[in-house]
């Protein structure tokens, strides 16, 4: 590999900027981490545990409770990967690099490149394929910012069923390009909480003007399942089975650094619910655990919604209704609302229970960052990259800022990576908000 033999720079001297990985060299399996953590993980209980099946497809539900290491990505869906741009590439930051002054070498996983703009659609294709198969005539979901109901939506599409998304109140508002672009995928769009389910009604019945929250969502979307035949109910996050949808970014990631004959120091990314910071770490934890890569893995929070940084390691309701099992996670309380801030995402109130875990373990480490000084460094990405990253995923790229000038201070040459989880084109309302105000 030209990579390996000149380190990054072409035959005729000129940088290399990118890395890319054949479409022949796609993963035909997703990895599980389930049986290489550190800790059994604990299992849902409560009364709520013999509605799963009514809740979730089977397919799904058997991949929630897998203890395989490896599950066979199915042919289709390896398909569909292909054609909306995976394998994803690699990209080198150079010009952040350069404005920084910094010794470190900065590296960014391009999963905006989707057509819905975020790593979303990795798993939403994913679910969307075996709910059709199980006989599904339409999923129902929640979405905050918005990143998740678009890819849903679309998936959906693809795979010739209907969707309902109940989008949190204050981003229906705040973000309606992204409630046209359900639209455009034809799915059904509510604002949450809703007048469509039983719980939204409640709601709104105490405050007719509430922001909404994930939770409330959730409980609306898993509502909506119960009630319905062959109707079920899709999560973007959090669930065990997500993340190993996800894990398609780790494993391409992987390669892509084998070809350079990088190793990765630090891998960032920013967590919500945990998913795409997840897919792109898991591969890379079994060697950390058998001590075969020295590798810091930094999941970013808001400040806002300090999830990890600031909740419970304990179990908990994945929803406000307390519609779903409990569940062992870090936990902010499922009746946690989170202030109707400006950055979009990230404003879940738990977090997923393989993520908690190597967090607990202290095998993962999480910070969180404030708001204005994430759009800060989302501004400065893109004067260096030319690309505008969207508010969830400024929050990695400041962390991997302050690395870098960590190592500018000490000398360090470290290689941090970038889950780089989606684009902020659709989001440009918050950054708006943030130049008239920079608050």
């Not at 060299?25 to 550190?38: C, Q, R, S, V």
């Not at 030319?386 to 470290?414: L, Q």
């Amino acid at each position: 590999m030209i990579g390996k033999l000149i380190n990054f720079y072409s035959i005729d001297g000129d940088y290399m900027y990118k890395v890319l990985l054949d479409e022949k060299e796609l993963p035909k399996k997703w990895y599980n981490i389930t049986p290489d953590l550190p800790k059994q993980l604990s299992p849902p209980k409560g009364d709520r545990v013999k509605d799963l099946p009514k809740i979730f497809s089977k397919h799904v539900l058997k991949q929630e409770t897998s203890t395989k290491r490896w599950i066979k990505i199915p042919k289709k869906i390896r398909e569909i990967y292909r054609e909306i741009g995976r394998p994803t590439p690699l990209f080198r930051a150079r010009n952040l690099e350069k404005m920084l002054n910094t010794p470190a070498k900065i590296y960014y996983k391009r999963e905006d490149l989707s057509p819905t703009g975020s790593h979303k659609l990795n798993t939403a294709i994913a679910q969307a394929y075996y709910a059709k198969k199980d006989g599904a005539e339409y999923l129902t979901t929640e979405t905050g910012a918005g990143q998740w109901g678009s890819a849903l939506s679309l998936a959906c599409s693809l795979m010739d069923i209907g969707c309902k998304v109940f989008m949190v109140r204050v981003s229906y508002h705040q973000k309606p390009l992204r409630k046209i672009l359900m639209q455009i995928y034809g799915a059904e769009v509510f604002p949450s909480p809703s007048k469509e389910t039983e719980f939204g009604r409640k709601m709104l019945k105490k405050d007719p003007k509430h922001p909404g929250s994930l939770g409330i969502a959730i409980s609306e979307a898993i509502e909506v399942a119960l009630k319905n035949d062959n109707v079920y109910y899709s999560l973007g996050s959090v669930l065990n089975h997500v993340l190993l949808h996800q894990t398609i970014i780790g494993l391409e990631l992987k390669k892509q650094l084998e070809k350079i004959d990088e190793k990765p120091d630090i891998i960032v990314g920013c967590a919500g619910g945990g998913s795409n910071f997840s897919g792109a770490i898991f591969p890379f934890v079994k060697e950390k655990l058998n001590e075969r890569l020295d590798c810091k893995f930094i999941a970013v929070e808001p400040t806002a919604c300090p999830t990890l940084t600031q909740g419970e390691y304990r179990y908990d309701y994945g929803d406000t209704a307390g519609m779903t099992p409990l569940i062992k996670m870090y936990t902010l309380g499922h009746d946690f609302v989170p202030p109707p801030v400006h950055a979009g995402g990230l404003r879940y109130h738990g977090m997923a229970p393989q993520l908690s875990l190597l967090v607990k373990e202290k095998i993962v480490e999480a910070r969180a960052v404030k708001q204005k000084d994430i759009f800060k460094s989302g501004i400065l990405f893109s004067k260096a990259e030319g690309i505008v990253p969207a508010p969830e995923t400024c929050h990695a790229i400041k962390v991997a800022i302050d690395e870098a000038k960590k190592c500018k201070k000490s000398g360090e040459e470290k290689t941090i990576v970038i889950n780089f989880s989606g684009h902020g084109l659709l989001d440009l309302k918050g950054y708006e908000k943030y130049l008239s105000t920079e608050e």
